[in-house]
């Protein structure tokens, strides 16, 4: 039965506005923009504030700091993986031109993979956090540690690894069933 025309055009209306919906995400990805920015200062600020007392620190101080340099740079890749990643897949597509410095993750980039990139950054930053707490339990080992928060970081590091591998799995298993029923063989999601 044909949609009579008054409530065809009221859906293509309804349509057309869920459609442009999606750009009421970029002012979150501008705000995460400025968020980058902020960790920019931050990192600056940790770095200025390491070379400026390194003689007066000592090599696990030293290493901490270090450590904290690398927790930005890896948050700030989440950022942009997060910013370019989640513009590029809901909002719209970026027009990068002939632009030879592409991120060439974004060239096999769906959400599955973007979860999966996200998981698998979140680990990561959780790896150095729980160096860190190691680090930190080492150097204050005459005083009584918090077992039981370390046991926490832990588990919760295990978690987002766990995350990660099953994000992995599912997504290979979506990719290798829908390519293999159009003949195309398995996928390799190595980005």
């Known amino acids: 039965m044909k949609k009579p025309p008054v ?3 009221i859906e293509n209306v309804i ?4 459609f442009a919906a999606r750009w009421l995400q970029a002012p979150v990805y501008l705000g995460l923009i400025v968020a980058t920015g902020i960790y920019v200062y931050k990192f600056m600020q940790e770095l200025v504030h390491l070379v400026t007392t390194v003689n007066e620190i000592n090599e696990i101080s030293v ?8 927790d930005v740079s890896m948050v700030m890749n989440l950022l ?3 910013i ?5 897949i809901f909002t719209s597509r970026i027009d990068f031109g002939e632009a030879e410095d592409r991120p060439q993750w974004l060239d096999h980039m769906d959400s599955g ?3 999966i990139k996200l998981a698998s950054s979140l680990a990561s930053i959780s790896g150095v956090h729980l160096l860190k707490t190691f680090i930190d339990i080492h150097e204050e080992a005459s005083a009584d540690s918090d077992f039981r928060s370390v046991v926490i970081e832990i588990i919760i590091h295990i978690v987002f690894i766990v995350s990660a591998l099953l994000l992995a799995w599912v997504e290979r298993i979506l990719h290798g069933s829908h390519h293999s029923s159009h003949g195309a063989g398995q996928v390799d999601i190595k980005h």
Do not use: R
């Open 7 to 9: 409530i065809k055009g």
């Open 84 to 88: 370019i990643g989640g513009y590029t």
């Open 113 to 115: 993979i973007l979860k």
């Open 15 to 18: 349509e057309e506005l869920i």
């Open 63 to 70: 290493m901490l700091s270090i450590l904290g340099l690398i």
């Open 80 to 82: 942009i993986i997060v």
